[in-house]
């Protein structure tokens, strides 16, 4: 079943091109990295998914509806770039979690017992439970991390989408990371998308790639994709092969 | 001290203070959270210029509040307008506006020349002229916006701290900011007699600063705040009521000085921990 499909998708500020006839599939159960270079249009993507901005040509369909129609978007989860995320702001974790409710209680509703069930299993996944009274603000940067990971979980989504998740996370962290994402899709079911600009370890943990530089370069499994020569072809510069055998 | 609950005019004033005190800092912890402290200072401005458009037009003073909502409402919407527009900075929108409102209701107040008026009452607030037509009005407000602050609390909470989130989420944040402005412009609109179009700012402001030093939720932001701001203007008032000086600086000092109180403690607490973690460090080398 076909979580996200992207068709012939272009898009522009003003003169400039940032994305060129974009076609994807994004399957039930995918775990999906999206890597490219610094500005080559991958956070515009996610935006233009998650209806954020509208498509200068072109058609995206989230679970088989057009993203202008959709209305279950509380079937998507998403966790934005941390420099986007005010980490200042005051609140506990569990309330910033709770707020991954708002989107299917419906305006003015409180949250009710099932609600803050769904709150409290997420802050389990991510194992921040025992910190659920402490101000965000307190955390490291890892712990704030899974917060707004668990903020996405809590409402129950079927695609998790993650804008650069990795950025800002020391080797253990993000070691720890990607078994929670990797949890999160075998145990789970959560189809993934990720987008990185990172192709270090990506290709151990996710199950396709697809490399995007204003157009789809290239697209499949790790293995077929993360080679020198792709990977040249999207960067540049010759960069080392980084496929990690298992 | 119990005696100035004889006068009419200064159960009026606490009552109008009572309310003005919990909804001015109810609304300020939004706004200073998405950074647009400015917004209650800039919209006070334009509603002075409405008070000024009034007493030229020579609005019948029953009617005069009303324009003055009016016009905040208008401004509001229009800085809103513009702030999506996205031409001009956040902050140069806001001063541009504020110096504008200021502008034109000065030149309202020179061409009403004449008018029986006393313009420092509404740039200080004032406890003599508090009508009662004048408590009403802040009443209603104070409940409806504070009926709708509780209602939405959680929309705007989203909004306010992950707007782009919120989005995702499927809110309509578009409206809800619209209406969250409007909110604040009926506010200052209404609560500028008490405290002063100068300082209705500065109500929405320092007590939630006061309020983000101690708070450690967000409930707990939003209640001191609430606490603050209603301590603050009572203390001001009875100030205001036994030194004979304008409400509204009497209570915006007051509630400076709970902030600086705040300040002053918090920063004594982070000395003593940091050298009692000092000395239990040492203790263990």
Redesign the interface.
Known sequence: MEVLRLQDVCFSYGRQMILENVSLSVRYGDFLALIGPNGSGKTTLVKIV???LKPLKGKVFLFGTETGKF?E??R?G?V?QRP???TT????VA??V???R??R?G??R??GQRDWQAVKEALDVVGLLPLH?R?VTELSGGQQQRAFIA?ALA?QPDLLILDEPQVGLDDRALHEFYRLLKYLNHERGITLLMVSHDVGVIGRWVSRVACLNRTLICHGTPQEVLNSGNLSRLYGTEVRAVAHSH | MLSMFQYDFMVRALIAGVATGIVCPAVGVFLVLRRYSFMADTLAHISLAGVALGLWLGVASALSPFLTLAVAVCGALLVDRLRMRQRVSADALLALMMSGGLALAVVFFGLARGAPVDVTSYLFGSLLTVGSRDVWLILVVAVCVLFLLVLLAKEFYYVCSDEESARVAGLPVDRLNLLFIFMVAVTVAVCLRIVGTLLVGALMVIPVLAALLVGRSFRQVVLISVITGVTATLCGLMASYQLGIAAGGCIVITALLFFVALYGAKTLLNLGRRSQTAGSSGQAN
């Open positions: 998650l209806g954020l209305r978007w509380y998507v998403y934005p986007a995320l005010d702001f005051p609140s506990t309330e910033v709770s707020a991954g708002f989107g209680v305006l003015g409180r949250l009274d101000p903020r409402g």
